[in-house]
């Protein structure tokens, strides 16, 4: 609530007859020639400041941004509101939980510990595909869901009746992002404050990296750890630089045959490839009033993938048509035009802005491609896909496959005029394929495996399979343009008399259920689900690491002969050990093309000069003679989708189906923990907290958990997907009485923190470099005579139990990557006081602070390797107590000591970039900021 108004900038805008207080942006000299991203900032400054935290000083450094400067101000920004999903949302209601309890031991009222900004949360991480191909599968897998994550849910209905402004969407409903922009997003915001009706842009802060998807909207807001999220529920701004705005100039349109997924796949190659960490992106110029509403959220969904912290379209027309098709009412489209008008928020192509940097794309100039096999900036022109495919299988296959020789293995494994490399008996093509192929080739092994499976279909397995071919993710499931494609190509693929392979497991998991009426209302429906893309779930799915096991069949002959089988899926991440625990190369690509490669089978495709199958009268199938025509998708979706198809959609969006009002849901301000549940247990993080911090201190004495080379993400350091009886967290789980089969994922037990810690660092593909060889969750333990390999949980508890702190030394790109705050409070509960890199990832930085974890990095152009470390050193941090007395220093000495008692030191720089962060690091974390904060008015 803003206690002052240095500038006059308080006013009243009328529209419709109804008043509203607005605070001008004129009012300020300067911010009319700010960019989009930046005028929303300044609004967000003149209408939050109070003389103390936000300063008439702060309003005028952002009023009079150089877009040439490094970010070296810092600014207080307060969303408007919160955005999460419930893998990790589930954390943030469970520490509100336990800081009600916490501030009740201080001495102050539970219900003080409340949110005072609108939250929401989406529960669409928790559905498993477990059953597809199927028309039961949708229910079979609610039904699954439910048995799994009943305690969870229990315990959100709960925390949406304890707190006031928490509203939870239930399980089936869509995915956060899609349920956003189709929904959840004002645009601009209406709220009473002290009797007035005020307005102002809508913003947010989520608890998901993709939050930006909602940048396409004109809304700014982005991912946040779900430690942030909590801190801005409770009235705490985000602390920020003012930042460098990277002007992304679009012009040109699409052109026939590329499609919205192979934009954003081009713009995330080449802002990667500029450089964009920790900026804003705001797209300008003619094009932008031609990209479409579903365009743009798909770009600004990559936003993570491509490194800025936002990726912004301004508010014109296109934004006001969406808001009106998706059902929004006529009082709120015309709130938004007139205040972008007012406020000069409403782009004007004609007007030169001043940017930091610039960069340009001619829609025109996009091909066709695909992303992969483990990043998705990683594009591939699909006309290359398969050459790419060939050069990088090099590096997932032994050097012994065919008589010592890699090249003459994947030669002899896929010969040029002899692809797909597949025999597909149990299809109508198993008599007519003409690649098909025996087990032996010009004498020498080849690497096809015969399967047949519990229903009896037979066919051969070899590298390149496609295992996963799956339609998910909001990402692209919000965009009609790909999703009628999709349907448009399977209805053309099965008029031709094509199937899918047997051995893919084919699914669709749409972003909400108004896709599914649009597929209806278009007739669409039938010729997908003869391909095998029933409706599986509405949730993220694939995307998340839910793709669910593969026929038992399958993953046992992919097991037992270490094939790298591949997955295709419409999503935005694709890291190694990410999408299935069998899968090793994962590829980003269109929803048509998911289909196609569903049919082709095989990474080994090249779609310009293999033939898909074959038709009714035998002849060749290519995809250009199914791809569908771009007139007749935009024909498709004129007649296809209306605003009723929105409204019916969301009709009592948060009452939940007979499931979730069947639940049991316990009452009172604080939560009834129960000590057997294994889903939600009360975290530790205030046990023995006092009313002020304790004094912080250097680093004596510490030894290296893990040794980690570059772009290690926090998907790598963050328990997700599943896992299995004999790591510690399925030890731990056998021990509560849990059988396997009710494991279930990391991500669905995120509120417990027992299950958590032990994943934390455990994923089956981080490389820890201080044992050579070995993959997974495994690290020395130098508390035992000559360091044996073990756990990382296992050895972290030696450590704990000797006195010893931890330190984690890793290279460039630390933490990118969506996993969010496990990735920092795992870090922080095993026992690691400070992380050595050479580059962070920002969200990532800022969570370890939040967790009372030292971020450092090593000095310009030097790494681990550089200065000689082995990981088997102890090593010590001085200069810490520098903070005591209020000051941040640049540097901290770090020392090494060796075995043999030589030392090595180099002046780390400390990554606390404000004081905001300073405080949070002095208190022990941020929510035990929050909290003294709360306990002491």
């Known amino acids: 609530m803003s206690t002052v108004d240095s500038f006059g900038s308080k006013g009243v805008l009328n529209v419709a007859g109804t008043d509203y207080e607005i605070f001008r942006l004129n009012s300020v000299e300067g911010a009319d020639s700010l960019p989009f991203s930046l005028k929303v900032l300044l609004e967000n400054l003149l209408r939050t400041e109070d003389g103390a935290n936000i300063t008439a000083d702060h309003v005028r450094a952002l009023a009079g941004w150089d877009p040439d400067a490094q970010p070296d101000t810092e600014i207080q920004f307060t969303p408007a509101r919160v955005i999460m999903q419930d893998f990790t949302g589930v954390p943030c209601v469970v520490d509100l939980a336990t800081m009600r309890e916490a501030i009740k031991d201080l001495g102050g009222d539970p219900k003080r510990v409340n949110p005072l900004a609108p939250a929401e949360m989406v529960i669409d991480h928790s559905v498993q595909i477990d059953v597809f191909g199927n028309s039961g599968a949708l229910e079979r897998n609610m039904e699954i869901e439910y048995q799994r994550n009943g305690e969870r849910y229990q315990f959100l209905r709960w925390g949406q009746t304890a707190f006031d402004d928490f509203k939870v969407v239930p399980p089936g409903t869509g995915i956060v992002h899609q349920v956003n922009i189709e929904y959840l997003a004002r645009t601009i915001m209406t709220r009473e404050v002290d009797g007035v009706l005020r307005a102002y842009p809508d913003t947010c802060v989520g608890t998901d990296s993709h939050t930006t998807m909602v940048n396409g909207l004109g809304v700014l807001g982005w991912g946040v750890g779900g430690i942030e999220a909590e801190a801005a529920m409770l009235g705490q701004p985000?602390?920020?630089?003012?930042?460098?705005?990277?002007?992304?100039?679009?012009?040109?349109?699409?052109?026939?045959?590329?499609?919205?997924?192979?934009?954003?796949?081009?713009?995330?190659?080449?802002?990667?490839?500029?450089?964009?960490?920790?900026?804003?992106?705001?797209?300008?110029?003619?094009?932008?009033?031609?990209?479409?509403?579903?365009?743009?959220?798909?770009?600004?969904?990559?936003?993570?993938?491509?490194?800025?912290?936002?990726?912004?379209?301004?508010?014109?027309?296109?934004?006001?048509?969406?808001?009106?098709?998706?059902?929004?009412?006529?009082?709120?489209?015309?709130?938004?035009?007139?205040?972008?008008?007012?406020?000069?928020?409403?782009?004007?192509?004609?007007?030169?802005?001043?940017?930091?940097?610039?960069?340009?794309?001619?829609?025109?100039?996009?091909?066709?491609?695909?992303?992969?096999?483990?990043?998705?900036?990683?594009?591939?022109?699909?006309?290359?896909?398969?050459?790419?495919?060939?050069?990088?299988?090099?590096?997932?296959?032994?050097?012994?496959?065919?008589?010592?020789?890699?090249?003459?293995?994947?030669?002899?494994?896929?010969?040029?005029?002899?692809?797909?490399?597949?025999?597909?008996?149990?299809?109508?093509?198993?008599?007519?394929?003409?690649?098909?192929?025996?087990?032996?080739?010009?004498?020498?092994?080849?690497?096809?495996?015969?399967?047949?499976?519990?229903?009896?279909?037979?066919?051969?397995?070899?590298?390149?399979?496609?295992?996963?071919?799956?339609?998910?993710?909001?990402?692209?499931?919000?965009?009609?343009?790909?999703?009628?494609?999709?349907?448009?190509?399977?209805?053309?693929?099965?008029?031709?008399?094509?199937?899918?392979?047997?051995?893919?497991?084919?699914?669709?998991?749409?972003?909400?259920?108004?896709?599914?009426?649009?597929?209806?209302?278009?007739?669409?429906?039938?010729?997908?689900?003869?391909?095998?893309?029933?409706?599986?779930?509405?949730?993220?799915?694939?995307?998340?690491?839910?793709?669910?096991?593969?026929?038992?069949?399958?993953?046992?002959?992919?097991?037992?002969?270490?094939?790298?089988?591949?997955?295709?899926?419409?999503?935005?991440?694709?890291?190694?050990?990410?999408?299935?625990?069998?899968?090793?190369?994962?590829?980003?690509?269109?929803?048509?093309?998911?289909?196609?490669?569903?049919?082709?089978?095989?990474?080994?495709?090249?779609?310009?000069?293999?033939?898909?199958?074959?038709?009714?009268?035998?002849?060749?199938?290519?995809?250009?003679?199914?791809?569908?025509?771009?007139?007749e998708v935009q024909k498709v979706i004129d007649s296809s989708i209306d605003k009723e198809m929105f409204a019916r959609g969301y009709e009592g969006v948060f009452d939940g189906d007979d499931r979730w009002k069947a639940l049991d849901t316990p009452a009172g301000d604080t939560f009834a923990w129960d000590d057997k549940s294994t889903y939600v247990r009360k975290p530790p993080y205030f046990e023995g907290m006092k009313a002020q911090p304790e004094p912080v201190s250097d680093i004596t004495g510490a030894r290296v958990l893990l040794k980690l080379g570059d772009s290690v993400t926090t998907d790598h350091i963050s328990p997700a997907g599943s896992f299995k009886s004999d790591t510690p967290a399925g030890q731990y789980l056998l021990a509560n009485g849990v059988e396997r089969k009710d494991f279930n994922s990391y991500g669905s037990r995120r509120g417990n923190h027992e299950v958590m810690i032990r994943g934390t660092f455990a994923n089956i593909r981080i490389k820890n470099q201080l044992l050579d060889g070995v993959e997974g969750g495994f690290t020395r333990d130098f508390t035992q005579a000559d360091g044996p390999q073990a756990y990382v949980y296992d050895a972290a508890q030696n450590y704990q139990a000797a006195g010893t702190p931890l330190v984690v030394l890793a290279g460039k790109e630390y933490g990118s990557g969506s996993s969010r705050d496990w990735a920092a409070k795992g870090t922080a509960l095993l026992g690691v006081k400070a992380v050595v890199a050479e580059s962070y990832e920002r969200i990532h930085r800022s969570n370890l602070i939040g967790m009372g974890v030292l971020p450092l990095q090593f000095p310009a152009g030097e790494s681990a390797a550089s200065l000689g470390l082995a990981g088997t050193e102890t090593f010590s941090v001085e200069g810490v107590t520098e903070l005591n007395n209020g000051n941040t220093p640049r540097t901290l000495k770090v020392t090494a000591t060796a075995e043999d008692g030589t030392a090595k030191s180099f002046d780390a720089v400390l990554r606390i970039d404000t004081p905001g962060e300073a405080d949070y690091y002095r208190n022990g974390g941020i929510l035990q900021y929050v909290l003294r904060q709360i306990s002491s008015k």
């Open 238 to 631: 985000v602390s920020m630089l003012i930042p460098r705005v990277v002007g992304f100039k679009l012009s040109g349109s699409i052109p026939a045959g590329a499609t919205a997924t192979d934009v954003v796949l081009t713009i995330t190659e080449q802002l990667r490839q500029h450089g964009v960490v920790g900026k804003f992106v705001e797209f300008y110029g003619e094009g932008v009033a031609a990209v479409p509403l579903a365009n743009r959220a798909t770009i600004g969904n990559m936003s993570p993938e491509f490194g800025s912290t936002a990726a912004m379209f301004p508010i014109d027309d296109v934004t006001l048509e969406y808001l009106r098709l998706t059902g929004r009412s006529e009082q709120n489209v015309a709130l938004v035009e007139a205040y972008a008008k007012e406020q000069g928020l409403w782009h004007d192509a004609s007007r030169e802005i001043k940017f930091s940097e610039y960069l340009e794309l001619d829609l025109s100039t996009v091909v066709p491609s695909i992303s992969g096999p483990k990043r998705p900036q990683d594009r591939i022109i699909l006309s290359e896909a398969k050459a790419q495919f060939r050069d990088d299988l090099r590096n997932y296959v032994k050097e012994d496959l065919a008589d010592g020789s890699l090249d003459e293995a994947i030669d002899e494994s896929f010969p040029a005029s002899d692809s797909p490399s597949f025999t597909a008996t149990a299809t109508h093509l198993a008599d007519t394929a003409p690649h098909a192929h025996g087990p032996k080739t010009n004498g020498r092994p080849s690497n096809k495996v015969s399967v047949t499976t519990a229903d009896g279909r037979e066919f051969e397995l070899d590298h390149g399979a496609v295992s996963i071919a799956s339609i998910t993710s909001c990402t692209n499931t919000s965009n009609p343009s790909v999703m009628l494609a999709a349907a448009l190509l399977a209805r053309n693929a099965v008029d031709k008399g094509l199937t899918s392979k047997p051995w893919v497991k084919t699914s669709v998991a749409p972003g909400s259920k108004v896709v599914t009426d649009y597929y209806e209302k278009s007739g669409l429906t039938p010729y997908l689900e003869k391909l095998g893309f029933y409706i599986v779930g509405y949730g993220c799915a694939t995307c998340i690491g839910n793709s669910g096991p593969l026929d038992a069949e399958i993953s046992e002959a992919i097991q037992a002969n270490d094939l790298s089988v591949t997955a295709v899926l419409s999503g935005n991440r694709n890291f190694e050990g990410r999408i299935n625990p069998d899968v090793k190369m994962n590829y980003l690509a269109s929803p048509p093309l998911v289909i196609a490669y569903a049919l082709a089978g095989t990474m080994d495709f090249d779609f310009d000069a293999d033939a898909l199958g074959q038709d009714q009268d035998g002849n060749d199938v290519f995809l250009k003679d199914i791809w569908p025509n771009p007139v």
